[in-house]
C-alpha cells in the first residue's frame, strides 16, 4: 500500500529537480567545474598524553545565491566539518563548545566508544555550554567513520544545515596506506526561492529530507583528476538525511576494498556499480586506463526506495566529473589478494527480534507518520532491549514498513550473515564489519553483534526524520 491519497494531499505544487535548471542558485557556493577541494583537517595537539581536538558548532553566514547569503550550521566555520584524523590505539580528546541556539551533542558513527562519551541524546550540551568527549581508539578499528550530533528530535535539521564530519582512523600497516586517497562527504543541500534553507514540511518528514543539490565536499558537481595509469582510493561518507546513493562512474568499474568498519578481507573488483543507504561508507579503488582520455560522469543512478509522498528519482544524475590529467605520474601499485583478515563472530548464545514498522496518523488536523520499532516510537525514559557484555548476539531485523529503512547500531560493527526477502534466503559472499546496513520493504536481515561496553546503546532507523519521528530504541548492555 503506498498511501496515494495522502500522496496527493502532500505534493507540493513545485519539486526542483536535481537535473532541472535552477537559475537562482549561481555562484559562489553552487559554482560547477571547480577542482575537487580537500577537505581541512582539524587542528591537534598532544594533552596528557592524549590527541586533543576542538570542534565549535556555529552559525555561518556563506554566500549561496549572488547578494543573498545562506545560514549554515557548521564545525569550526567548516562545511563540512574538519577531518579527525587518528590512529588505532589512540588516547582522543575533543572539547565541542555549542553556539548555536539549540541543545546539540557529538555522536562518534561507528567508532565502539564508551556510551558516555557517545553524544546520546539524554546526554545534551546545552548552548553556551561545552563538554569534552574522551575515548581511546580500539586496535583492529582502522576505518571510515564520521561524527554528527545525535539530539533527541533535533539531530535532522542539525545535520540538514551542514554539521557533520569525516573521521578517520588509521593502521601504520595498512597495505594500501601509499595509494593517493580522495575523501568524497556527500550531502545534499535544500534552499528555497530566497536563498535560504528551509524547515522541514511533511514530505520530508514523511519520506526523509533531500535536497536540491547534492554536494561533495561542500561543492556542486566537483571534477576529480586522475592520471592515466593512476589507482586512488576513495573513501565515500553518504552523509545525507535520507537519499540512497546508486554510485556509478561512466565506462568504468570500481573496486571495493573497504565498508563501515574498515577493510574487506579480499577486494571486490569489476563492479559496475555500488550503493550507499544514508550513514553508510565505503572505500574504492578508481584505476585510471591509458586507452581513455577526456571526461567521464560521475552519476548517481535512479534507486527506488519506496517513498510515500514525494516524487522518486527516475534519471541518471551527475554528481562530479571525473578528469584524465596526463601530467599526473603513474602509480606503482599491485593490489595484495587478501586485504586483512576478519575473523567470523563465535556461536550466538542470545537472540533478538526486531521489526520496523509505520502506521498513519492525525496530527494537527494533518495525515503524518508514526515510525516504529516493534510496535513502539521512541521514549527516552524506557528500556526496550539487554544484552550482556561480550556476549555474542543474533539480530533479526525485519522491515514490515513500504518504505527502505538502514539499520544503525550504537556502539559495535557487526556481521551480517544473511538477507531473506520474499522467502527466499540469501547468504552473504562476503565477510565485513558494518554498523548501518539498508533493509528492503519486507526484508529481513540476520546478523551477529557483540556490545563491549556497559552502559545504554541506541539503535534505529538512518533515515533522520524517522530516528526524530519514533524509529529509534534503547539497548542496555549490563
Known amino acids: 500500500m503506498k498511501y496515494l491519497a495522502i500522496a496527493l494531499f502532500l505534493m507540493p505544487t513545485s519539486i526542483y529537480s536535481l537535473s532541472e535548471a535552477a537559475p537562482l542558485f549561481l555562484e559562489p557556493l553552487l559554482k560547477e567545474d571547480l577542482p575537487l577541494k580537500s577537505l581541512l583537517k582539524a587542528p591537534v595537539k598532544l594533552e596528557n598524553s592524549a590527541k586533543a581536538f576542538e570542534l565549535t558548532a556555529a552559525s555561518r553566514l556563506i554566500e549561496t545565491i549572488p547578494g543573498v547569503k545562506t545560514e549554515f550550521w557548521t564545525y569550526n566555520q567548516g562545511l563540512p566539518g574538519p577531518i579527525i584524523e587518528v590512529e588505532e590505539g589512540d588516547r582522543i580528546q575533543v572539547k565541542l563548545i555549542n553556539q548555536i541556539n539549540k541543545v546539540t551533542t557529538l555522536h562518534w558513527h561507528g567508532v565502539n566508544v564508551p556510551p558516555d562519551q557517545d553524544g546520546n541524546p539524554m546526554d545534551p550540551v546545552k548552548p553556551q555550554q561545552s563538554h569534552n568527549y574522551k575515548f581511546s581508539i580500539p586496535l583492529g578499528s582502522a576505518g571510515t567513520y564520521w561524527y554528527h550530533p545525535h539530539t533527541h528530535q533535533g539531530a535532522s535539521e542539525q545535520i540538514f544545515r551542514g554539521m557533520n564530519g569525516l573521521f578517520i582512523v588509521r593502521d601504520p600497516k595498512d597495505p594500501l596506506r601509499n595509494l593517493p586517497e580522495k575523501n568524497l562527504f556527500i550531502t545534499d543541500l535544500k534552499i528555497d526561492d530566497a536563498g535560504q534553507i528551509p524547515a522541514n514540511n511533511n514530505i520530508d518528514w514523511m519520506d ?40 556509478a562512474i561512466t565506462d568504468h568499474s570500481l573496486i571495493q576494498v573497504g565498508t563501515d568498519g574498515g577493510l574487506l578481507e579480499f577486494p571486490r573488483a569489476d563492479l559496475t556499480e555500488i550503493i550507499l543507504a544514508p550513514a553508510e561508507r565505503i572505500e574504492l579503488l578508481v584505476q585510471g586506463n591509458a586507452q581513455k582520455s577526456g571526461h567521464f560522469d560521475i552519476q548517481m543512478l535512479p534507486y527506488m526506495r519506496g517513498k510515500m509522498a514525494g516524487k522518486e528519482q527516475a534519471q541518471a544524475i551527475k554528481i562530479a566529473t571525473l578528469n584524465y590529467n596526463p601530467s599526473i605520474k603513474s602509480t606503482d601499485f599491485s593490489l595484495p589478494k587478501r586485504l586483512r583478515t576478519i575473523e567470523p563472530l563465535g556461536t550466538p548464545t542470545a537472540t533478538k527480534k526486531i521489526i520496523f514498522q509505520e502506521k498513519i496518523k492525525m496530527k494537527n488536523g494533518i495525515h503524518a507518520m508514526e515510525f516504529l520499532i516493534n510496535g ?35 556502539g559495535a ?53 524517522h530516528e526524530d519521528s519514533g524509529m529509534m530504541a534503547t539497548l542496555e548492555v549490563y
Open 208 to 247: 526523509g529530507r533531500e535536497g536540491n543539490y547534492v554536494l561533495i565536499n561542500g561543492q556542486n558537481k566537483p571534477v576529480i583528476d586522475i592520471g592515466p595509469n593512476e589507482t586512488q582510493r576513495w573513501r565515500l561518507i553518504n552523509a545525507t538525511n535520507a537519499r540512497f546513493l546508486r554510485f
Open 376 to 410: 513502539q516510537g521512541y521514549d527516552m525514559m524506557r528500556v526496550d532491549a539487554r544484552s550482556k557484555a561480550g556476549e555474542v548476539e543474533l539480530w533479526e531485523v525485519s522491515n514490515q514498513s513500504d518504505m527502505d529503512h538502514p539499520f544503525h547500531m550504537h
Open 413 to 465: 560493527q557487526f556481521q551480517v550473515i544473511e538477507k531473506e526477502h520474499l522467502g527466499k534466503v540469501e547468504k552473504l559472499s562476503y565477510l565485513a564489519w558494518k554498523d548501518t546496513f539498508n533493509l528492503k520493504s519486507g526484508e529481513t536481515i540476520r546478523l551477529k553483534v557483540k556490545q563491549d561496553f556497559k552502559g545504554i546503546r541506541m539503535y534505529h532507523c538512518h533515515i533522520a526524520e
